[in-house]
């Protein structure tokens, strides 16, 4: 018997494995800096946790807007915003569609769905290739690259070439952490289905599907199932100040958390009995479906939970998972560099979470599902911290990423994840281009990644616009009007939200006095290639694909208001106009406007009008030649 197969063989810069969150970001990201990049999913849809398949919040650094100004911007902010216009009811299906087009409208990055990877060639210490299975076309595909990035969340890619890695608990000896465990052991947190019901106007009654487990309420009693109740866990909205005892866990009488049936429970998690939790995968599957079923039953037939007329809508298949292995990174994220809010020499991304450790799964029901340490403010994530400390073309990042358990609990969740893919995506790019080992990047070509997201709209805390290229460091700014507070020479701040009370904004007068505008005036002409303007989107309000109907309504329909909508960018000359671009119908924060190379000495923003804030507000004008333009 002859055994037929089609073999395809493609080469690329950069391999990205895995097509969530953390992959979009870091292969977008490679492919606008020019680099030819492949993305491999072993999915139909792109997003991992937070696809329709799974359908997780992308919760990230404001911890669910407990701490303002902290939402994640650059790539993962792009999307959306994109997602807020077009996706008005929170569908998760349009959300995959957002995802799709996002990548498949880079011109240098080719997508693969539905294909596994199964083996790596490793030469010298170093993956030259991987190999794969398409099943929707039978193809296996054998894929080289020069640097590959692993967004597997498993570190799947890491694991088979050789990678060092770690799983569990650490002790407390091995990073000095003081919430660390006196003993090291293998416990890690559990994985989860999520479900979603409506509520009709009559009484819809239910029967399990399959084999259930049955719960009692004194079983659930630290697992609120009810329409709406108390939780241990923390909603600050009301308190706006996180509520830490000396310990930085949550605490308090105010720790309320409003949960409603539409809303599958995050609660509603099995971490496996053996050691390897990827190998129990699909046991874990298994039993999570039945405590699915069961906890549904519970609500539905076992007492009054408030929920007669609710229905199933949907249940997950696909569980999502917390935790499995780590890389070995050049630096390992501790406990220590979360809680003081460390500012690293070359950290590429932030967080912000809580150490957010969850506890036995559900059938540990003598304790709270999770044990959250908050602290104020956010903390960095060093370039170091993705970079394999024995595969020197290796970068991995989402829950992968080198760092300790305790301080994985806070980087995993799904807008850190976003934030860490856009730097690794960028440093594989920077790195290509000057011909230098990841892990031997001077400090000039770290700086340069540094700036590079910067001016892709990312924040690093404690740090600010640097850009040798950036014409408008020398301009001088003048403004129509503005507001106290707000001038408009805070667009060269180098800071492009508020940050310790500046608001690093300029704001005009209300429209309704006249359209405003804004300029800046070059010391000499100079042939301008591209005007970049960063807009406000308010990163204190709340901006996710989620389906909690409490999220959803904390949230604007469509797009921010602060945004500008309609305006125009005019190039002067000796006071007259050389040129003139409209930008109409903008929904997003970053805009960046082409003009060739027009040689001019000023450059004037003219605002018609916003998406509905009475005034304009920008927060940074940048101006490039054709020598720092745009790759």
């Known amino acids: 018997m002859s055994i037929r197969s089609k073999n395809q063989s493609a080469d ?20 606008r800096l020019g680099v030819k990049t492949a993305l491999i999913h072993a999915r139909p849809v792109l997003g991992g946790n937070a696809s329709s398949e799974i359908r997780v919040g992308a919760c990230g650094a404001t911890a669910n807007h407990i701490k303002p100004n902290l939402e994640e911007t650059g790539i993962f902010q792009e999307i959306l915003l994109e997602n807020k216009r077009v996706n008005p009811d929170y569908n998760f299906s349009v959300w995959d569609a957002v995802l799709y087009n996002s990548v498949r409208q880079e011109k240098n990055l080719i997508v693969y769905l539905n294909t596994d990877m199964y083996d790596c060639d490793v030469q010298d210490g170093r993956i030259t290739g991987i190999t794969c299975y398409q099943g929707t076309t039978e193809i296996h595909w054998h894929i080289t690259g020069r640097i590959f990035i692993d967004c597997t969340g498993n570190l799947t890619l890491g694991f088979m070439s050789g990678a060092d890695y770690t799983t569990g608990r650490e002790d407390k000896a091995t990073y000095n952490e003081p919430h660390a465990q006196d003993q090291a052991d293998n416990q890690r947190m559990g994985n989860t289905l999520f479900f979603k019901a409506v509520r009709r106007d009559h009484p819809v009654p239910f029967t399990p599907p399959i084999e259930v487990y049955h719960f009692t309420e004194d079983q659930l009693r630290f697992r609120h199932h009810g329409n709406v109740g108390s939780l241990y866990s923390v909603d600050q909205h009301e308190t706006g100040s996180a509520l830490l005892d000396e310990t930085h866990q949550v605490t308090g009488d105010k720790a309320i958390e409003k949960y409603c049936l539409e809303y599958g429970y995050w609660w509603i998690e099995v971490p496996g009995h053996q050691d390897d939790i990827i190998s129990e995968y699909e046991d874990i599957r298994d039993e999570v479906l039945k405590c699915v079923y069961g906890i549904w039953n519970h609500i539905k037939n076992e007492g009054d939970h408030g929920a007669d007329n609710y229905e199933l809508a949907w249940v997950g298949m696909l569980p999502g998972m917390r935790e499995s292995r780590r890389m070995q990174a050049l630096y390992m994220l501790n406990e220590n560099d979360v809680l003081s809010n460390r500012v690293f020499d070359d950290a590429v991304a932030y967080g912000g979470w809580p150490m957010d450790v969850h506890v036995g799964g559900l059938f540990n029901f003598d304790n709270p599902p999770s044990f959250m340490y908050a602290f104020p403010g956010c903390y960095t994530i060093p370039l170091r911290s993705f970079i394999s400390r024995n595969v020197p073309n290796l970068l991995a990042g989402g829950r992968a990423l080198g760092a300790s358990k305790l301080a994985m609990s806070s980087a995993r969740v799904i807008a850190t994840c976003a934030v860490g893919g856009q730097a690794m995506g960028t440093a594989a790019a920077i790195a290509l281009q000057h011909g230098c080992e990841l892990s031997d990047l001077p400090a000039q070509y770290i700086r340069e990644v540094q700036q ?37 020479i ?3 701040s180098g800071v492009t939200r508020m940050v310790d009370g500046h608001s690093n904004v300029w704001q005009s007068a209300p429209l309704s006095e006249g359209l405003p505008s804004v300029m800046l005036t070059l010391p000499q002409a100079h042939a301008v290639a591209q005007v970049q303007l960063t807009l406000d ?9 989620t389906m909690s109907p409490k999220r959803q309504a904390e949230q604007l329909p469509g797009v921010p208001p602060e945004l500008l909508r309609d305006y125009d960018v005019v190039l002067l000359r000796d006071g007259q106009e050389v040129a003139r671009r409209a930008v109409r119908e903008n929904c997003q924060r970053l805009n960046r406007i082409d003009f060739g ?3 001019c000495d000023a450059v004037r923003i003219e605002i018609q009008a916003t998406n509905g804030l009475p005034a304009a507000r920008i927060y940074e004008v940048r101006v490039y030649g054709s020598e720092g333009g745009q790759a």
Request: charge should be negative.
């Open 12 to 31: 690329f810069d950069v391999v990205v494995v895995g097509g969530g969150m953390t992959g979009i970001c870091a292969a977008k990201a490679c492919a």
């Open 490 to 492: 805070n667009l060269l």
């Open 537 to 545: 989107t308010n990163l204190s309000r709340p901006l996710k694909i």
């Open 597 to 599: 190379n027009v040689v």
């Open 452 to 488: 590079q997201l910067l001016r892709d709209d990312c924040y690093l805390p404690g740090f600010g616009n640097e850009d040798p290229h950036d014409l408008a460091h020398c301009a001088q700014v003048s403004a129509s009007s503005e507001t106290p507070g707000c001038e408009a």
